[in-house]
């Protein structure tokens, strides 16, 4: 595939894009409201535990005999091992701070930050804890909650705090995200995968039916016969019933060719009749006036006939068993001259058109080659691409000028008048090539001699 193709519009590419588009965006955005989703659930489970601890504190808190605030004993043993992570203190508002009454063991000489506003939060809403993040005596993240609340015998309200290192939530956060991003990249390309299979069998009708008309195209079959589904249904009827209209108009041509050729070819054969049987000046005229209308005659006809089966349905001529029949019988023609027809194809190798336009193709080139060699012909006839074959015809004879190659294309030209013949045959072969869409064209033989070269349409197999 070339970038020319890439740029022309696909309507497989455009499903598969549109569907993995779509696909790939849902798994994007559940993937993050998964990821945020697990991360909230995990972090309200860590606020838990901290408000359970804030809870025990409350509960166990009591008042000395001097005013003083008492923590009760707590068996979690982290909040007796210095810097281990896990932390709390107690302490009053004091002009907008805080001032520390009691802290953990595990605090050592360092105390809790609160955010910004969290005395005025927690006066304006006494009892609703609040949750923020924050860093600890060693710069580790921390998940603390403070909340406020009223001790028995004490006036002023006292602020509960907990803290907890959050380093293992955020690695299972990170651990979730990992997994459920390999799961969802998985996931996609099943999807993606999903999407093409489903396209490509959605659409394989359609591909099918391409395949029909190609086979109809290179003289295969002659309509489409597959049952195709209910949306291409209507289709394969139109394109059947297009073909079958062609068919019809090229039957048409070509009776209207056979009517024409009849019409005219009888009233000239009369007229060379009548002129041969009173010799005379006038009937010298008329003769050769009437053999040069015949002549100009069979060659518009035979062109339209070749232009009306080139629309038709495709036919197949095998290459091989033509260059044979005209080798063999040119042989015998120009057996005085001794001429020797060397020839080369495959056999596999057909035209894509009727035998008896491939028979007037290569059956004039290799007359004319015959006629104006020294004794050699060679044809060649070989595959240059899976729709298009080359017939060489070359002789050994004294070849023509460039000016002269021009000139031998011209309808009715003669380059040499003692020759017998129309001065057609080269003529026919251009305009019979032309007409199935080939190119004929005249160069210098390796034998020395003339080169016919044509390129033609092949019936691909």
Sequence with gaps: MNFEDLRRPSLVRRLVILAAGWSLAVLLVSALVLSLLFQQAALRRFDQGLSELIDNLVAGATIGDKGQVLAPALTDLRALRAYSGKYWQIAEPSGGKLHILV????LWDSDLRAPVGAVARLGANPGEPVSYDTRGPLEEPL??????????????????????DRTPVDNDIKSFIAATAVVFLLLGVGLMAAVVIQVRVGLNPLFALRREVAQIRRGQAE??????PTELTPLADELNALMAHNQEVVERQRTHVGNLAHALKTPLSVMLTEAGQQPGPLSD??????????????HHLRRARAAARTQGSGERTGVAEVLDELSRTLERIFQDKGVVIDWDAADDLHFLGERQDFLELAGNAMENGCKWCRGKVRARAEQISPQRLRLTIEDDGPGLTPEGREAALLRGARLDESAPG????????????????????LGESRLGGLLVDMELPRAET
Excluded at 103 to 106: D, E, L, N, Q
Excluded at 223 to 228: E, I, K, L, M, P
């Design 285 to 298: 005229v008329v003769t050769r006036q009437s053999e040069a209308m015949r002549l100009q005659v069979d």
């Design 223 to 228: 309509r489409v016969v597959r049952d195709y």
């Design 143 to 164: 998940r603390a909650r403070v909340s406020q609340a009223k001790l028995p015998g004490r006036a002023t309200p006292v602020i509960f705090m907990a803290a907890e």
């Design 422 to 441: 129309s001065g057609l045959g080269l003529n026919i072969i251009d305009e019979l090539a032309r007409a199935y869409g080939g190119v004929l064209k």
């Design 103 to 106: 802290r953990s063991r595990s």
